[in-house]
């Protein structure tokens, strides 16, 4: 083959990567992102890029909404991801491996003998989510405690007193104790912080630039805080980034992120055998990492959420697709904005939502308010309104505002709630599992 033909052979083959890049309908889906601004239904920013390329980044919404003053968002703005920090530990842990500082069958009781069970639960199933560890975010206690700086000593003390959820390795179960201890042991093992081995190790490896662990929130350093929508933004309570830790204490942008999933996979962070491990499921978990289905497509990555934040962070491998969506306020999920963004991308069937506002009275809501329970999970919900707005709030937890959509249906991000007022129930739907709720008398 001569020269020439060689160079238009790797002409045609450059053309072609970028073509598939400029083919999806890019005003369709500014049309999408306009009408989620105008009608005021989330505040957030996504990247997407493909073969590696940025081929999309948007903004909407605002960094901070207080006292009349409003920032808008832009691409650079930067938002808490929540657990998709977990990815990162893991990275950090794989790297640990690599460099026999530690192994898979590590017993957690080499660092953290007082732990239950600690003699039997491995660094592996640690990272698998198999631990039997109590997610210390779904005690009722958190609450009380993570606005509050906690000390590793102290956040120990916490796991120490909470009891197994299972045995080691019987099954899988999600659990934020996990990446907080894994995070500690990547310090015990460098003799520096989480936040200098992120930087080593990662950030400064690959040139993520806006990503970092988080402290309290700096608005003149781009980061935005978290709201909740009850007829306007109200801002929500901080958590302290020293209790999510390795578990969810990360800021990054999603222009860092989609540059840091395709980082990963293309073996820059960590070799392919471990990225194997990540990718590997069982019980519905990886390493850090789940598989996310898109109609034949298989994508793999991990959702975030903290205080009002919630963030996507998704890689396509066969399409070398990556994506990212974070967010600071929800109204219309970000599930449903990553699946209508990836919809228009992938030219699927997908129709811009019309987000018409239906208003109840306050004897409307009458029918709804009371306290429920479920026998399918321990979880106890109460209804209640203010004037025209109804609020659900579970044991433990913040209330949020429910967002009514007709026929006794109502909403909040990627939760609903479909009441049945005759049979004085309601069914929860969240991650496609359904609850049945049933008012006390």
Not at 55 to 73: E, F, M, R, W
Not at 220 to 233: I, L, R
């Amino acid at each position: 083959m001569t020269k020439k033909r060689l160079n238009l052979l790797f002409l045609l083959l450059i053309l072609q990567s970028c073509t598939h890049a400029q083919t999806f309908d890019k005003a369709k889906l500014d049309s999408f992102f306009v009408a989620l601004n105008t009608h005021g239904q989330n505040m957030g920013s996504i990247a997407i890029t493909s073969n590696g390329v940025v081929v999309y980044q948007n903004a909407i919404g605002y960094s901070q909404v207080n006292d009349g003053l409003k920032t808008p968002a832009t691409i650079k703005t930067e938002y808490r991801i929540g657990s998709i920090s977990k990815m990162f530990t893991a990275v950090m842990i794989f790297q640990l491996i690599d460099e026999g500082k530690l192994s898979f069958e590590t017993p957690l009781a080499t660092y953290f003998p007082q732990l239950p069970n600690a003699g039997n639960i491995t660094i592996g199933e640690m990272l698998d989510h198999r631990s039997g560890l109590h997610n210390f975010t779904s005690d009722s206690l958190y609450t009380t405690y993570m606005a509050t700086p906690k000390s590793e000593a102290e956040m120990t003390a916490i796991f120490a007193r909470q009891k197994p959820d299972f045995e080691p390795d019987a099954k899988a179960e999600y659990s934020n104790t996990n990446f907080v201890l894994l995070g500690y042991i990547i310090e015990k093992l460098t003799g520096k912080t989480y936040a200098e081995e992120l930087k080593n190790r990662v950030t400064s490896r690959i040139g993520l630039a806006d990503t970092y662990y988080g402290t309290k929130t700096n608005t003149a350093k781009n980061e935005a805080h978290s709201y909740k929508y009850a007829g306007q933004w109200t801002q929500m309570p901080e958590t302290d980034m020293s209790i999510p830790g390795g578990a969810g204490a990360i800021v990054s942008t999603p222009t860092d992120l989609v540059k840091f999933i395709n980082a990963l996979f293309a073996g820059k962070l960590i070799n392919r055998a471990s990225l194997e491990l990540m990718k590997t499921m069982k019980d519905n978990y990886g390493m850090a990492m789940i598989t996310i289905p898109f109609y034949d497509k298989k994508g793999y990555g991990h959702s975030g959420g903290i205080d009002g934040f919630s963030s996507w962070l998704i890689y396509f491998p066969q399409e070398k697709l990556a994506i990212a969506y974070t967010a600071n306020g929800v109204r219309y999920s970000t599930t449903d904005i990553i699946t209508g963004a990836l919809s228009i991308y992938f030219n699927k069937p997908f129709t811009i939502p019309e987000f018409k506002t239906i208003t109840l009275s306050t004897a409307d809501l009458d029918k709804y308010v009371g306290k429920y329970s479920s026998t399918q999970i321990p979880l106890k919900i109460a209804i209640t309104k203010n004037n025209t707005a109804l609020f659900a709030q579970a044991t433990g937890q913040m209330a949020f505002p429910l967002e009514a959509k007709g026929g006794d249906k109502f909403t909040y991000a990627n939760i609903t709630v479909q009441f049945d007022p005759a049979k004085n129930s309601f069914s929860l739907n969240q991650g496609g599992v359904t609850y049945l709720f049933t008012k006390a008398n």
